[in-house]
């Protein structure tokens, strides 16, 4: 079992950045995919970016490609995701996921993830 809790959302102009974290519980971090979802009233739950457990393959979703980039430390045991250049469309809760995995193996799918956090809420104002 894994515990997930995001911080570091808040409300901020368009335009400006945010950085993200998860933190988890447990000293396995370094045997899980994570994940970055994010859930609205209007989009429901959309991915946004996936890291494999080296660090070594990462994915995101078109929307956010050159905005967004994410990273773990597994010393840590914490996932980042670092935002600029910030839209009011990407207002919404955003979620970590985690999965067990031993490969490099990455989904955007969120029936796929094991874990999942309670979420922190970001709000862009434009």
């Known amino acids: 079992q894994v515990l997930l809790v995001e911080s570091g959302g808040g409300l901020v102009q368009a335009g400006g950045s945010l950085n993200l974290s998860c933190a988890a519980s447990?000293?396995?971090?370094?045997?899980?995919?994570m994940a970055w979802f994010r859930q609205s009233p209007g989009m429901g739950r959309e991915f946004v970016a996936s890291?494999?457990?080296?660090?070594?393959?990462?994915n995101y979703a078109d929307s956010v490609k050159g905005r967004f980039t994410i990273s773990r430390d597994n010393v840590k045991t914490t996932l980042y995701l670092r935002m600029s250049n910030l839209r009011a469309e990407d207002t919404a809760v955003y979620l970590c996921?985690?999965?067990?995995?031993?490969?490099?193996?990455?989904?955007?799918?969120?029936?796929?993830?094991?874990?999942w956090g309670q979420g922190t809420q970001v709000t862009v104002s434009s």
């Open positions: 447990t000293r396995a971090f370094s045997t899980y995919a």
């Open positions: 890291i494999s457990w080296s660090g070594l393959e990462t």
């Open positions: 996921a985690a999965k067990l995995t031993r490969t490099g193996v990455l989904s955007v799918n969120p029936g796929w993830y094991d874990f």
